[in-house]
């Protein structure tokens, strides 16, 4: 008995002058997250960039790093405590002591341990330590400031008054973006990493 002959596979003719378009695309596509990888660079690094949450999370999500093409917004105002404790650029003369820190101006509430009764933006600034959330705190208010500063426009800040209300009422656990809640330590995370620590 014979065996049945199989037919050849039919080949496609080389194309003329080298790689296939096809080829190309393919090539360029496997090599693409190597070349990224080579010329990612890292930010944030002790810059102090300006960031939104949602951008710092997919940063943090790429360990810090951006590939080289991919272009992100780090110039949104954000003045850190250091800065508003000694500057009131923007505010209403005496705003950040003639303003309570717990306040229906400010929208702020969550008041742990009665620690921050009576006390003005200007005195939670001045703070020290990390006592009943201080240095959520101070973080807070230099946001809030910046917020006020720049007319709460979410296209100039970082964060605006109704995030950083959010964010102190909540004792740093809050929603950032769609799907996500931040714990209090991923939003000191985000502070630290933004304005410096806060424990200047």
């Not at 090599?31 to 300006?50: E, F, M, R, W, Y």
């Not at 005195?123 to 230099?142: F, I, S």
Request: charged share 15%; glycine share 8%; proline share 6%.
């Amino acid at each position: 008995m014979t065996q049945p002959t199989q037919e050849p596979t039919p080949q496609r003719p080389a194309p003329r002058g080298g790689l296939s378009r096809r080829q190309i695309v393919r090539a360029g596509l496997s090599a693409a997250p190597v070349v990224a990888a080579v010329k990612s660079n890292t930010v944030l690094a002790g810059d102090h960039s300006c960031v939104k949450p949602s951008t710092f999370s997919s940063l943090r999500a790429a360990n810090m790093k951006v590939s080289a093409q991919r272009e992100i917004k780090t110039d949104y105002e954000c003045r850190s405590h250091g800065y508003w404790k000694n500057n009131n650029a923007g505010l209403e003369r005496n705003f950040k002591t003639a303003t309570q820190f717990i306040s229906t101006t400010t929208g702020f509430v969550a008041n742990p341990g009665s620690a921050y009764a009576g006390k003005s933006l200007q005195q939670v600034l001045e703070m020290g330590g990390n006592q009943y959330n201080a240095a959520l705190a101070r973080h807070v208010v230099a946001a809030y400031l910046t917020a006020v500063a720049y007319r709460n426009d979410p296209t100039v800040v970082m964060l605006t008054t109704s995030q950083c209300q959010a964010i102190w009422n909540n004792q740093g656990v809050w929603s950032p973006f769609a799907g996500t809640t931040w714990t209090l330590a991923q939003t000191m995370a985000y502070f630290d990493t933004v304005y410096g620590p806060s424990f200047l």
